[in-house]
């Protein structure tokens, strides 16, 4: 049981450079989530899915989509990086039952 | 835009000193969640409390929440080096809506 896994864990574009985030969750959780943190601003909501083939826009969604592949798999693209967005990236999973949120080890993006 | 405002920014403590955190939301909530973030991973879920609940404990950790205040306090008792991290408060209005977190309490234990 990995719980929640992302892929890459560190990255270094260019800008105009676009990238998938790839994400996954094994514990059957219907909702998924992509935030980023930067220094001193906590972690801010950009896309989520509160289920398979639904997805919506979180506080901070310019510059990215997402795609909910299947129950499993939530991905964060980027069509063309900019500076503004090196940041770390957090994907999460919650349960139907449960209200706690579950989190990935992070990507550590850089835009050059 | 964020709901929940943690205060201090930043906290220093001795090994054996109890910590206090603070959290201010702005909108009414189903429940308020705290969550745990060492140097360069992911975040981990320590506790919950809900808006009929005033207090809970696990552990060392004991949460107060007071819904007229809008507010709550995360102590963590007797803190050790190893409770060295960022502490998030999370809230959360309805099953059905995502989480959203505060800036963060950064805790350093001296040892």
């Not at chain 2, 709901?3 to 109890?18: C, K, R, T, V, W």
Request: with cysteine; net charge positive.
């Amino acid at each position: 049981n990995a719980g929640v896994t992302q892929t890459p864990k560190f990255q270094v574009l260019k800008t105009g450079q676009s990238m998938t985030l790839q994400c996954a969750q094994d514990m059957n959780h219907n909702s998924m989530y992509w935030y980023r943190q930067d220094p001193g601003m906590g972690l801010r909501l950009i896309y989520y899915s509160a289920s398979e083939g639904t997805t919506d826009k979180g506080e901070v969604p310019n510059g990215y989509n997402v795609s909910r592949l299947n129950k499993r798999e939530f991905s964060l693209r980027l069509e063309s990086a900019a500076p503004s967005q090196t940041s770390v990236y957090f994907c999460a999973s919650r349960g139907n039952w449960t209200d706690t949120q579950y989190f990935g080890p992070g990507t550590r993006l850089t835009v050059l | 835009s964020q709901q929940g405002e943690e205060d201090p920014q930043a906290l220093s403590i001795q090994e054996g000193e109890n910590a206090t955190m603070n959290c201010s939301y702005k909108t009414s909530i189903n429940n308020l969640q705290w969550y745990r973030q060492n140097s360069g991973r992911g975040l981990v879920h320590l506790i919950l409390i809900r808006s009929n609940e005033r207090e809970k404990h696990s552990g060392r950790l004991r949460v107060t929440l007071d819904t007229s205040k809008k507010s709550s306090s995360l102590l963590i008792t007797a803190s050790r080096a190893a409770d060295t991290a960022s502490y998030f408060c999370a809230t959360d209005r309805s099953g059905n809506t995502p989480l959203v977190f505060g800036k963060g309490t950064r805790l350093s234990v001296i040892a």
